[in-house]
């Protein structure tokens, strides 16, 4: 514990991981404070007056490093609060969209039975109207053949007359 105190005050980089909380390995051994003047050392050494919002004996950068470490809890929190509201924001629009898609596929599907009944109901209309004109076509070609016999005796009949009237006169 000496020996990593002794490094963490003697070397800038190892007192900046001491104070994250993260000292991932146990620093190399410093010999000396290169740098200091003479007498510094002690100084260094003796403890900080403990302020106000300090607890009596302890060291300042405990409870900094407590503090710090609060804080970073309470924005943690904060940040994970603001996701959940954003994630629940966007599930509500989502649930929204969903809604709506439901309700277009209930329409979709409505419009999809109406006309699919439209379909049917014409698909009969149309073969009744067959049936209709091939009926037509029946009586038509019933009614052709006997204007056309009506015709052929009409013809008959004329001839007939006019034979019988040529023979007439000649008489």
């Not at 929204?96 to 898609?101: F, G, T, V, Y």
């Not at 149309?126 to 015709?151: F, I, N, S, V």
Request: charged share 40%; hydrophobic share 35%; no cysteine.
């Amino acid at each position: 514990m000496a020996r990593t105190l002794h490094t963490v005050l003697a070397d800038p980089e190892a007192a900046r991981q001491w104070a994250t909380g993260r000292l991932g390995r146990l620093p190399e051994p410093v010999t000396g404070f290169p740098g200091l003047a003479p007498g510094a050392a002690e100084r260094l050494a003796a403890p900080p007056a403990p302020t106000g919002a300090e607890r009596p004996g302890a060291p300042a950068r405990v409870t900094d490093l407590a503090r710090a470490r609060e804080r970073r809890h309470r924005e943690d929190l904060a940040r994970a609060r603001e996701h959940r509201r954003e994630a629940e924001r966007r599930l509500r629009a989502r649930e929204k969209d969903l809604e709506r898609a439901r309700d277009e596929e209930a329409r979709a599907r409505q419009a999809r039975t109406a006309a699919g009944h439209e379909t049917a109901r014409l698909a009969a209309a149309l073969e009744e109207a067959r049936t209709r004109e091939q009926d037509a076509d029946r009586a038509l070609h019933r009614a052709q053949d006997r204007l056309r016999e009506a015709e052929e005796a009409h013809e008959t009949a004329r001839r007939q007359a006019e034979a019988t009237a040529e023979a007439d006169r000649a008489r």
